[in-house]
């Protein structure tokens, strides 16, 4: 199968994210047979929820679509490095591969801080491809807090 990025739709996500007055971070789930299962912006303010990341909400739905709390096989895509919470329920999730944009040095879970996925009591480690049209994701993240000085 020919590789498909995502990282489009993730960023539109992100886009309607900032739209919202949230932080632009947007997220797709992906099958193992390349179907979009969810996709999700940032919530955290809507919802008056901290755990409302883009890529909880987007793993929420996919696993409801699947009925299923695993999501062997599937692919994620996320504009900015998970966070270590993300990056937990990512694990729990089984997801197979992320692929994500933005580096976070400073709440970034996976690259960063914690290392979720490298960290000796990580159950699974998906593979991790950084820098996905990192400089639009990075853009997008800027341009938000600029606006917000
Ligand atoms: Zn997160």
Redesign the pocket.
């Known amino acids: 199968m020919m590789f498909t990025s995502h990282m489009e739709l993730a960023l539109q996500e992100a886009k309607h994210a900032a739209d919202r007055g949230e932080v632009p971070v947007g997220a797709v789930v992906v099958s193992k047979d390349g179907v979009v299962l969810a996709s999700a912006g940032n919530r955290t303010r809507e919802l008056s929820d901290p755990s409302a990341?883009a890529?909880?909400l987007a793993i929420r739905d996919a696993c409801a679509a699947l009925g299923s709390e695993r999501l062997i096989g599937c692919d994620l895509y996320v504009t900015l490095e998970?966070?270590a919470?993300?990056a937990g329920v990512i694990a729990a999730a089984r997801v197979a591969r992320v692929y994500y944009g933005a580096s976070d040095p400073k709440s970034g879970g996976t690259a960063h801080g914690a290392r979720v996925f490298t960290h000796a009591q990580a159950h699974h480690t998906p593979e991790v491809y950084d820098g996905i049209d990192a400089d639009r994701c990075e853009a997008l993240l800027t341009a938000f807090f600029a606006a917000r000085r």
Do not use: A, F, G
Request: hydrophobic share 30%; charged share 15%.
């Open positions: 990341h890529e909880m998970p966070c919470m993300c």
